[in-house]
C-alpha cells in the first residue's frame, strides 16, 4: 500500500469561525401559523406518504405545519434548500429540493439559478456553495454546525507541509475550510478521491485531512499517498468487533461502510463507498438485511423509499448534523439568516480548487 505518512498537530484546534451577519439586508417576514389542522393534514398528506416508513403517524402533527411553512416561504423568498444524505427524514423528503452527498450538492449549488440557498448540512458544505455562487445568499440554518474534519486542519497546516514536501501537489477533501481549499490544488469528495488523486499524474500527492480516506484511497492506488491525522468523529467511532457481530448473528446480511471509518472496519465489509454510492449499492440489489455503516439517519432515509429492505441502525448520529431541524429552517427563511460570507479573496482562490474537481470527467 503506498502510504507513505500521516501528519497532524492534535485535534484540539477550537471550531472555525462559522460566516457571520453581513453582506445585503433582508426584511424579516411574519412567522406563518403553525397550527395543525385539517387543512395542514390535506396538504401535507402526500409529503407523509413519503415518509410514513419511518415517521410515526403520532409526530406529523409537529412537522406538518413547519414542512407547510417552509415550502410556501421558500417560493417566496425565490430560495432552494440543499439537504445532505445526514439529514433527518423530515428534512430531507418533504422540504429539500435536492439531497446528495457532498460532491452532488456542491455540484447543484454550481447550477442552481436561485436567488438564496439554504444549506441543510454543515458549515464547510453552505461555505462552498458560497464559494461558487459569490453573488447568491447562501443561508445555514445554525452557524454552529461545524464537522471534526474540517476543524483538524488550518490554511497554515497546508502551508507548511507545502513547505516540507516541495512541489507535491494538495488535494483536500471537501470537509474543509474555505481558507484551507484556498491552498488546496484541487478538492475531492468521498465520491470521487480516487479519480481525483489520479488525475493529477503526480507519483506523489498530499492528501487532506481524513487519514481513513486517505488510507482507504491509498489501497487503491499506485499514487504514494502523505496524509494528515484528522478523523471523522462519527465514523471512527465503529470498530470491527461490531460488524463482525452483526455478520455473527445473520451470516446472510449485507455490510456497506463509508471510507472515513478506520480501515479494520472496512475490512469486514462487503462494500464501501459515498453516501451516494452505498445508496446507489442498496437500490441496484435491495438486499434483505443490510448495515449501512455511517451516519444513522441516511439508513432512515434508504428505508423510506426501500421499505422492503431491513436495516440495521447502529445509530451513530453526527452532532453537528442534528443542529438542523424545521425550526430553525423556518427561522432561516423568515429572517434570512445565518448568511454565510466568505472573503472574496479567499473564494476566488478556493474556487478554482473546487471547480478543478467539479470539471473533472466522470
Ligand atoms: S459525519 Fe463526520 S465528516 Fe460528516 S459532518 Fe459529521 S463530523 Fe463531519
Known amino acids: 500500500m503506498p502510504f507513505l505518512a500521516a501528519f497532524g498537530p492534535g485535534l484540539d484546534r477550537p471550531l472555525p469561525a462559522v460566516g457571520g451577519a453581513g453582506g445585503r439586508r433582508f426584511p424579516s417576514l ?39 411553512a417552509i415550502n410556501e416561504l421558500k417560493a417566496a423568498r425565490g430560495a432552494v434548500i440543499l439537504a445532505h444524505n445526514y439529514q433527518t ?27 438564496v440557498i439554504v444549506q441543510c448540512g454543515v458549515h464547510f458544505m453552505a461555505e462552498t456553495a458560497k464559494i461558487l455562487n459569490p453573488d447568491k445568499t447562501v443561508l445555514i440554518p445554525d452557524r454552529r454546525a461545524g464537522c471534526s474534519l474540517a476543524q483538524a486542519i488550518s490554511a497554515d497546516d497546508v502551508r507548511l507541509l507545502r513547505e516540507r514536501f516541495p512541489g507535491v501537489p494538495v488535494v483536500t477533501y471537501v470537509n474543509t475550510s474555505a481558507e484551507v481549499k484556498a491552498e488546496s490544488d484541487i478538492c475531492c469528495t468521498s465520491s470521487n478521491a480516487l479519480q481525483v488523486v489520479e488525475s493529477l499524474g503526480s507519483d506523489k500527492v498530499i492528501f487532506l485531512p481524513d487519514e481513513y480516506l486517505a488510507r482507504y484511497v491509498a489501497s487503491q492506488t499506485d499514487v504514494k499517498i502523505i496524509a494528515w491525522k484528522g478523523h471523522c468523529e462519527v465514523h471512527e467511532r465503529f470498530t470491527a468487533d461490531e460488524l463482525r457481530g452483526y455478520r455473527e448473528s445473520d451470516p446472510a446480511i449485507q455490510i456497506i461502510a463509508h471510507p472515513e471509518c478506520p480501515p479494520d472496519v472496512l475490512a469486514e465489509a462487503d462494500f464501501t463507498g459515498s453516501t451516494a454510492h452505498m445508496i446507489d449499492w442498496v437500490r441496484a440489489r435491495k438486499p434483505r438485511r443490510v448495515v449501512m455503516v455511517t451516519e444513522c439517519s441516511m439508513a432512515d432515509n434508504v428505508q423510506a423509499e426501500l421499505p422492503e429492505v431491513q436495516f440495521v441502525r447502529p445509530c451513530n448520529l453526527c452532532p453537528h ?20 460570507v466568505v472573503d472574496p479573496a479567499i473564494a476566488a482562490k478556493a474556487r478554482r480548487a473546487v471547480e478543478r474537481m467539479i470539471h473533472l470527467k466522470s
Request: charge should be negative.
Open 321 to 340: 448534523m442534528k443542529r438542523i431541524t424545521l425550526p430553525k429552517i423556518l427561522d432561516s427563511l423568515v429572517h434570512m439568516q445565518e448568511e454565510v
Open 30 to 68: 411574519p412567522m406563518p401559523p403553525l397550527d395543525w389542522n385539517a387543512t395542514v393534514e390535506r396538504e401535507t398528506a402526500h409529503l407523509y406518504a413519503r415518509i410514513k416508513a419511518v415517521v410515526p403517524a403520532v409526530e406529523w402533527p409537529f412537522f406538518a405545519p413547519y414542512v407547510k
Open 89 to 115: 427524514p423530515e428534512i430531507y423528503n418533504c422540504v429539500a429540493d435536492f439531497v446528495g452527498d457532498s460532491l452532488q450538492l456542491a455540484r447543484e449549488a454550481a447550477k442552481t439559478r436561485a436567488a
